[in-house]
């Protein structure tokens, strides 16, 4: 008997039901089809995505879209004088906190800091992330930094970016009909080559709550994280003074995302105009990775409806 490719689909996923393993047929309230953009990014910890797109992740939330940011590891070395799952924990409550202020949706997947690798298996949660949330943009780390849990979350994304749209591969979850738009998050290295910034955007509007989502991240920020000591932790401003912690964090992020407006003037005037870009102060900046759909001017407008027309 022959059988077409959708039934023969169908027969498998049967086969996959027969055999107890877990499925995702359906759409959630939240992957519901209701116009909106669909946004997911992966950070290779709890903090990486908010850092490298948080502002953004405000901007589309407020227009009503929908972000997702995954943590790919949980964090749970990254701290000098704690670990393990008690970290794991404080980090995923920090990271959903922020969320709340943000107004986007926050995971962490269960993978040791330190220990992500580009598996199979690792490939195909990626896979499934982004079919599940069904992505219209995915944003990653690119695969070369000082970090080998970045370095392999930009690997993990680029070999999802074909198979998300591979019926066969991991057919307990639908494939995607079109593939999403991939960017790379800033950073500093220059080997291979240096980060491109293709897309700029002015968060000026938003930095503010960008500031009070990473003040929860008191772990990162306040205690100093993996490289932190107890003398650094207790030069920090106490909780019970909540504008002097939210001034620290100002004062590195416009070294931080002031530095990526002025770095990245020229972008910003491509789409925001000479002199709307002169005025800018905070910019977070993406790279299109050319795996994926390629979008033209016209579907990054689209795709980031807070650039003027």
């Given at each position: 008997m022959i059988f077409s490719s959708h039934a023969a689909r169908l027969l498998l996923i049967c086969t996959f039901f027969m055999a107890g393993v877990p499925l995702s047929l359906g759409a959630d309230d939240q992957t519901q089809d209701d116009g909106k953009l669909r946004i997911i990014v992966f950070g290779a910890h709890p903090d990486d995505a908010e850092y490298r797109a948080g502002g953004c992740g405000v901007k589309w939330s407020q227009m009503g879209h929908h972000v997702k940011l995954v943590s790919v590891t949980n964090g749970d070395i990254g701290h000098w004088a704690m670990a393990g799952g008690t970290l794991a924990k404080r980090r995923t409550a920090e990271v959903q906190a922020a969320a709340k202020i943000m107004g986007t949706?926050?995971?962490?997947?269960?993978?040791?800091?330190?220990?992500?690798?580009?598996?199979?298996?690792?490939r195909k949660t990626i896979?499934?992330?982004?079919?599940?949330?069904?992505?219209?943009?995915?944003?990653?780390?690119?695969?070369?930094?000082?970090h080998p849990d970045h370095r392999y979350v930009g690997v993990l994304v680029q070999d999802a970016s074909f198979m998300v749209t591979v019926p066969f591969f991991c057919p307990d979850v639908p494939a995607l009909e079109k593939n999403p738009v991939f960017l790379y998050s800033s950073d500093r290295f220059k080997k291979p080559y240096p980060f491109q910034a293709d897309i700029a955007v002015a968060i000026d509007d938003v930095f503010e709550t960008k500031v009070q989502a990473i003040a929860e991240l008191e772990s990162q920020v306040f205690d100093g994280g993996a490289l932190g000591n107890a003398k650094d932790a207790s030069e920090a401003p106490p909780a019970r003074f909540p504008e002097l912690r939210l001034e620290k964090i100002r004062q590195v992020w416009n070294r931080r995302a002031g530095g990526e407006a002025d770095s990245y003037?020229?972008?910003?005037?491509?789409?925001?105009?000479?002199?709307?870009?002169?005025?800018?102060q905070y910019a977070e900046a993406f790279e299109i990775c050319e795996y994926g759909t390629q979008p033209t001017d016209e579907d990054i407008r689209r795709l980031f409806p807070f650039f003027p027309n």
């Open positions: 949706t926050s995971q962490v997947l269960d993978i040791h800091d330190g220990e992500l690798m580009p598996t199979l298996e690792n896979t499934r992330l982004i079919r599940d949330w069904k992505a219209d943009i995915v944003i990653a780390h690119r695969p070369w930094d000082y003037r020229q972008t910003l005037a491509k789409w925001y105009g000479p002199d709307r870009a002169a005025e800018v």
